[in-house]
């Protein structure tokens, strides 16, 4: 290993071990608030995700999501951008997933119907993504603000839709979508059975592996790397900073978009309002806790399902809401971290002689 | 040349053994400074020599590795800004330290604001304000606010706002920089005015006709180092010039660099070199705007030839880096023409001016010529990723390739391609910079400050690659702060005032006396 | 449509705007961004609800409220000033923090999920129009308050100069950190109190009530310019097309989704400079390196 690289991976590996660190000690202590063994209580919470089929398929369901978002972030943050707004574009791309899912005729195969309703959710959540891009790029409006208003605007003109035209009556759902389902893990693994996991992992896997080509192999993204780092010198390399930013917030949205198909093709086969339930939020610690490298990224989204799901099987012990309370923790201990170990490390390394 | 009839023989300040290092960089190292009472001080050197970095430890900014320091006798080492400000010190920045969006009077006062009854007294303030403009012959207007000031009136500011903390040791950096000729003399009353009413200056400069003009002791300092105190009236241009720029460097004199005697090349008398060839890099008219609407490159017309060195001297902000920039396709221009090789390109954009042939050492490889945190090979392709790709994906193998010719070919140390340019030293990471840009195929080289802040070695080294880019037949425009780099390097000189070319001299015929009263504007001459 | 109703109800709506508003403003001119003022609204009506269930008294409420912003201002204080984090990440994350703390101490101490038990709040005369609650009466002055301190007093003028060009500011010995960590404290007790209206004024704590408020609040300060009276006046106005929207609950001519959208379209299109472009305080968010 080269010492650039183990330099590197330091940097990227300490900060998370710290929050680690930090959020078992904070769980430890709302345990021991509730009168309860941090010892058995962290032993229910493994085993009722990683320690049966049942547990760890959800805890799949929800990383698949998880990794959608979280490289929908990573990909912007690379770039110098914060997309604050995965949320939203998850919501937008599976809207526009499952609208064409209704509107396909039954006979449609899957085959068919399955890429269609991919291309329809990529573009959804790309649209979104978009726009707060060209804003910037041609008004100079943070995309931060734009994202988190946009996200007000859009899920509110999305629940107006449906509930104005597509809803089934008293619910806040479409009718059930027939085409374009992608099938559940226990079609083909049968302990899964119950789990809402589904193949759109396995999308979720090739999206991860696409964009880590795209990121460190292809010359667009060296070029959007080198914008994400200094903006002026990509320019000089004849980089258009405007373009890469434009261009890297429509792919970001794009990606979270997509993370919208498992819920409304892979698990309830229909759209309903809220169904992002705060997905695209937790996308950002996943991008963060995975240094928004996508192996990072995906090994970052299992540990918050593991945490989500692992707060349903403390239930009876100890409230699940113990699990949100550590997904801040986790954050906040990263995020002050990060500056503080990179400081520390390069102190500790001596500059290169001349 | 005035004595110092004021000076005591108490040190106002005394610094002894100064260290001070940033990552790699070590900014001083064992740097000293004797200032007495009532004198005017001038710490000189060249850029990079540490004198900024001396006088932010003095000021409180920043703590020294080691070494001590006394002002006024008292032992002051490591303290903080406001205890340098009670103590008397007031330091103007060279970048103003001013807050735009509010008003002279409340820049003035801010941290020692005047109040009544717990409230901000603006009406105090301005004021207050009032008299010390009155008093001290700084005018300004207290209600403006600083974001409407010109450069001129924003260094007034600054003046009061330490002379409002009762500044009696009054530093400033580089105050002429961004001054017109009679701003600079409006200066020199202010400040000798203050002298002679007890206070003591200390004022670092790069410019000798300053030094000579305002000082009564000098202090040169050059790489980190304190080499030569002087006394002002006992010593002459020559005498600092030397050792600012250091005896054990021999200076490049014009025949060591075969400048005099190449008569491939054809004439030195500004004329184009060689009559039988097409300039490669022709502007036409050139005229560029800068951030506040102002035309820093004001219609501006030359040509080079091949095999020659344009070169461009002037005081910083004089528009060098907007004419650098707008050739480079990194700045809009208003109007004017550009043609590489024959080739009109004012309208097309950095990768194309690239793939006409042009190749551009940016002055600020920090923020421009380097990706900090990308490998040494990856740095080598910036501004060729285009080249060094295969449908879309980068071919790594010829990529690693590319790197090690090129880290022999110019010697880059550590030479390991995988080491992030962050961890190289500065004429290391200089050395990138020129492999990338010299180490291609171009025919026009914008080289813009190529050897600010590297060592000694590798200012050699440079200045040898840009003499063998000459001798391959380049075309090469030449923008340096050091007047001597110009001198030694360039076929023709070109001095930048306000915008224009004030002057286009053969080099042969040109000295330091002779740019200086064109660089600061007191010479005119239509140019060229 | 009654005017007086339409005026009281508008006003009742605005409160928690104005609160957070205010806190916003001195944060971010202090060059903290502050996209927690949900999750520190969040908190205040959860530890006010505390406070005034075990005390019985809702002064020691606004005690507990003011207490509870002030802890969460300080968290994300150290967090971006003093360890550099990311001021967006901070802001979220405290944002996430604030939902599961007040949820799992809502099981804790109220053993629900949903609400805590009923307590006592401030005025209830109907004749007063909500007028006899004192928190009306702060929250309508905290613009003006703010705007005082903010251009008359020492204080005020180091916060904007600190927001404008922190190394000017310490250059003339004015502590950066010091001026931040007092405005991001501050902020997180205006904030709270926010929260704390909504809580007493509903009489209990219910899961995530403040739903949106603080990115409402976020909208004001915006639209605000920054500004403490202009970001005041885009709370009322927000205020008024949500109390419009409510009266005309029935009436289908706009469906409610296109008023919520107001404040959050007004932000963009004023980010975006159609109308005047708004321009953040130069610092904002560069605390990192």
Not at chain 1, 25 to 33: A, F, N, Q, R, T
Not at chain 1, 256 to 285: D, P, R, T
Request: overall charge neutral; hydrophobic content about 45%.
């Amino acid at each position: 290993m080269s010492s650039r690289t183990r330099e590197q991976l330091e940097e990227a590996l300490f900060p998370p071990l710290v929050a680690l660190l930090v959020a078992l000690i904070c769980g430890d202590l709302l345990i021991m608030s509730y009168g309860q063994s941090p010892a058995t209580v962290y032993r229910l919470l493994l085993e009722g995700t990683w320690g049966n089929a049942y547990g760890f398929g959800q805890v799949l369901y929800k990383a698949t999501t998880l990794t959608f978002t979280g490289l929908a972030v990573s990909l912007g943050i690379r770039a110098g951008l914060f997309n604050v707004g995965a949320e939203s574009q998850l919501a937008a791309g599976g809207f526009l997933a499952g609208v064409v899912g209704l509107g396909l005729s039954p006979a449609v195969p899957g085959l068919i119907a399955v890429p269609l309703c991919l291309i329809a959710a990529a573009l959804g959540g790309g649209a979104v993504g978009a726009l707060p891009g060209w804003l910037k790029v041609r008004f100079g409006a943070h995309e931060v603000i734009v994202t988190i208003m946009l996200n007000f605007i859009v899920l509110a003109l999305l629940n107006w839709i449906v509930a104005a035209h597509l809803h089934v009556p008293e619910t806040l759902h479409t009718p059930e979508i027939r085409t374009g389902s992608v099938p559940r893990l226990e079609s083909v693994i049968s302990a899964f059975h119950g789990s809402a996991a589904n193949f759109t992992i396995l999308i979720a896997l090739t999206t991860a592996a696409f964009v880590w080509f795209y990121l460190f192999r292809s010359r667009r993204g060296f070029e959007l790397r080198a914008v994400g780092l200094q903006p002026d010198a990509a320019e000089y390399g004849g980089v258009s900073v405007g373009g890469v930013w434009f261009r890297a917030m429509t792919v970001s949205g794009m990606i979270a978009g997509l993370g919208g198909v498992n819920y409304v093709l892979g698990y309830k086969h229909y759209y309903e309002e809220g169904f992002a339930g705060g997905s695209g939020f937790l996308g950002i610690a996943v991008a963060l806790v995975g240094r928004n490298h996508p192996v990072g990224v995906v090994l970052a989204a299992l540990f918050f399902a593991t945490l989500s799901q692992g707060g349903l099987a403390i239930h009876a012990f100890v409230p699940k809401q113990m699990v949100e309370v550590l997904q801040g923790v986790v954050i906040l201990a990263v995020a002050m971290s990060v500056p503080e170990v990179r400081a520390v490390l390069r102190r500790a390394r001596k500059p290169v002689a001349a | 040349m005035t004595g110092s009839p004021m000076a005591t023989d108490k040190y106002a300040i005394l610094m002894k053994g100064i260290d001070k290092s940033f990552g790699p960089v070590r900014a001083n190292r064992g740097a000293s400074l004797e200032v007495r009472e009532g004198e005017i001080h001038a710490l000189v050197g060249e850029n990079g020599a540490g004198k900024s970095t001396l006088m932010k430890i003095l000021g409180g900014l920043q703590p020294p590795d080691s070494g001590t320091m006394e002002v006024n006798g008292k032992d002051v080492t490591g303290w903080n800004t406001r205890d340098a400000i009670d103590a008397g010190i007031g330091v103007v920045h060279q970048h103003f330290m001013l807050v735009p969006t509010l008003t002279v009077a409340e820049n003035v006062v801010l941290g020692m604001e005047p109040t009544r009854s717990g409230r901000f007294d603006y009406n105090k303030a301005v004021e207050e304000v009032t008299k010390l403009s009155r008093d001290t012959g700084l005018a300004v207007s207290p209600d403006t606010k600083v974001a409407d000031l010109s450069v001129g009136e924003a260094q007034r500011v600054e003046i009061l706002k330490t002379l409002f903390r009762g500044a009696r040791i009054l530093v400033l950096d580089e105050p002429t920089a961004v001054l017109s000729p009679p701003e600079v003399r409006e200066l020199w009353v202010v400040l000798r005015g203050l002298r002679d009413a007890g206070g003591t200056i200390v004022l670092i400069t790069h410019r000798l006709d300053e030094v000579i003009d305002i000082s009564d002791t000098i202090t040169v300092m050059r790489a980190g180092q304190t080499v030569d105190r002087l006394a002002t009236a006992g010593t002459s241009p020559a005498e600092i010039a030397k050792a600012m720029v250091g005896r054990d460097v021999a200076l490049t004199t014009r025949e060591e660099a075969g400048i005099l005697t190449t008569p491939a090349h054809g004439g030195l008398n500004g004329e184009p070199p060689s009559e039988q060839h097409e300039s490669l890099l022709s502007v036409t008219d050139l005229t560029v705007l800068g951030s506040r609407k102002t035309r820093e490159v004001d219609c501006v017309s030359f040509s080079i030839r091949p095999g020659e060195i344009l070169g461009i001297a002037g005081v910083e902000g004089n528009g060098q880096t907007e004419l650098i920039e707008a050739l480079a396709g990194l700045r809009p221009i208003l109007s004017g023409n550009i043609r590489i090789n024959g080739k009109d390109v004012t309208f097309n954009d950095v990768r194309e001016r690239r793939d006409a042939g042009l190749s551009h050492i940016p002055e600020d490889r920090h923020r421009r010529g380097l990706i900090l945190d990308y490998s040494i090979a990856d740095n080598l392709v910036l501004g060729l990723q285009t080249e060094f790709a295969k449908n879309g994906f980068l071919d790594s193998d010829r990529i690693s390739a590319n790197a090690q010719t090129q880290i022999k070919a110019f010697d880059i140390r550590p030479p390991s391609a995988e080491t992030a340019a962050r961890n190289l030293s500065g004429g290391n990471q200089q050395k990138v910079v020129i492999a990338r840009e010299m180490g291609r195929e171009f025919t026009v080289l914008l080289a813009s400050q190529p050897t600010r802040g590297v060592d000694v070695g590798a200012i050699e080294f440079i200045h040898s690659q840009l003499r063998e880019a000459r001798a391959a037949g380049k075309a090469i425009l030449l923008v340096s702060a050091e007047l001597n780099e110009v001198l030694a390097l360039s076929d023709r000189v070109a001095v930048m005032y306000r915008g224009k070319f004030a002057a286009v001299v053969p080099a042969s015929e040109a000295s330091e006396e002779s740019l200086g009263e064109y660089m600061i504007g007191t010479r005119k001459e239509s140019a060229a | 449509m009654n005017p007086i109703s339409f005026l009281t109800q508008t006003l009742r709506i605005a409160i928690p705007y104005l609160f957070a508003a205010s806190g916003g403003v001195i944060a971010e001119r202090s060059g903290i961004i502050s996209l927690e003022l949900e999750g520190l609204m969040l908190t205040g009506a959860f530890s006010a609800t505390l406070g005034t269930h075990y005390s019985g008294s809702p002064w020691i409420g606004v005690l507990a409220g003011i207490g509870g912003g002030l802890i969460f201002g300080l968290i994300h204080a150290v967090a971006t000033i003093r360890y550099r984090a990311d001021q967006v990440v901070v802001g979220i994350a405290i944002n996430l923090l604030a939902i599961g703390v007040t949820r799992f101490f809502l099981k804790l101490a109220f053993a629900s999920s949903s609400n805590s038990p009923r307590v006592a709040g401030f005025g209830g005369n109907a004749a007063a129009h909500g007028f006899d609650n004192p928190l009306v009466w702060m929250g309508l002055l905290a613009a003006p308050v703010l705007a005082f301190f903010l251009y008359r007093t020492p204080f005020g003028l180091r916060v904007r100069a600190v927001g404008e060009h922190p190394d000017a500011a310490a250059s003339v010995g004015v502590s950066v950190e010091k001026v931040r960590y007092i405005a991001v404290a501050v902020s997180g007790m205006l904030a709270a109190l926010g929260g704390v209206f909504l809580a007493l004024d509903q009489h209990q704590f219910t899961d995530q009530m403040t739903s949106g408020r603080g990115f409402i609040a976020i909208a004001a300060v915006i639209f605000g310019r920054w500004d403490p009276m202009k970001a005041a006046l885009a709370c009322l106005f927000f205020a008024a097309a949500e109390t419009l929207q409510i009266q005309l609950q029935g009436n289908q001519l706009i469906p409610s989704q296109f008023i919520e959208m107001i404040p959050y379209a007004l932000t963009i299109i004023a980010l975006a400079g159609v109308v005047g472009r708004a321009i953040p305080p130069a610092a904002l968010g560069k605390t990192g390196e």
